[in-house]
């Protein structure tokens, strides 16, 4: 089965750039798209189709994938930035595959 | 903006099974997909399949087929998700999330407690 693997946390001072990745066997050859989650709350889509931003996503969320790993950039990264985020790509074998999740600490 | 309305929390009995309900609140699934995911304790996202209400077409990933049915009723905007044979693994918050391009709107999440 298709995996996609993160790392487990990354930290940040508020107000510099986190790049979050997430690997997988050939990933840029499929879309990838990242959700942010905090504590007690449903995920939300932060960027679909590798780069492509949900109406209401802040600009400094940008995204970009390429050979087999996907980056999430925060830029100016804010303390409401914290949570989980999730890359998720689609498999034709596996369907819906998510990463194994990074957390990210604003401090 | 359409959201999704899932049913209440559940305590279920190991062995029996659990039927979540997702409803379309302001607007109706049109020809979306509606997909489930869930998420154990403390841990990540797993989707387990996927239903497009305006085709009749349903789907699960191979670690629960067998197990879960998704079926979905037009006539009032609902999706349902039905796991079978629950065991204390399957304790997790199981989200219902519309389709298009990628997750866009999520429901806010219904816990099911597997216990004896």
């Known amino acids: 089965s298709y995996e996609l693997t993160q790392p487990p946390s990354v930290s940040v001072s508020p107000g510099q750039t986190a790049n979050i990745t997430c690997s997988g066997d050939?990933?840029?050859?499929?879309?990838a798209c990242w959700y942010h989650q905090k504590p007690g709350q449903s995920p939300v889509l932060v960027i679909y189709?590798?780069?492509k931003r949900p109406s209401g996503i802040p600009e400094r969320f940008s995204g970009s994938n390429s050979g087999n790993t996907a980056t999430l950039t925060i830029s100016g990264t804010q303390v409401i930035d914290e949570g989980d985020y999730y890359c998720q790509a689609w498999d034709s074998s596996s369907f819906y595959v998510f990463g194994t999740g990074t957390t990210v600490t604003v401090l | 903006q359409v959201q999704l309305v899932q049913s209440g929390a559940e305590v279920k009995k190991p062995g029996s099974s659990v039927k979540v309900a997702c409803k379309a609140s302001?607007?109706?699934?049109?020809?979306?997909?509606i997909n489930w995911v869930r998420q154990g304790p403390g841990q990540g996202l797993e989707w387990m399949g996927t239903?497009?209400?305006?085709?009749?077409?349903?789907n699960s990933a191979p670690k629960f087929q067998g197990r879960v049915t998704i079926t979905a009723d037009k006539s009032t905007s609902t999706v349902y998700m039905e796991l079978s044979g629950l065991r204390s693994e399957d304790t997790a918050t199981y989200y219902c999330?519309?389709?298009?391009?990628?997750?866009?709107?999520w429901g806010q999440g219904t816990l099911v407690i597997v216990s004896s």
């Open positions: 050939k990933l840029g050859d499929k879309y």
């Open positions: 239903a497009i209400p305006a085709y009749g077409i349903a």
């Open positions: 302001g607007g109706t699934f049109n020809n979306h997909a």
């Open positions: 999330a519309r389709e298009f391009d990628a997750l866009d709107i």
């Open positions: 189709k590798d780069d």
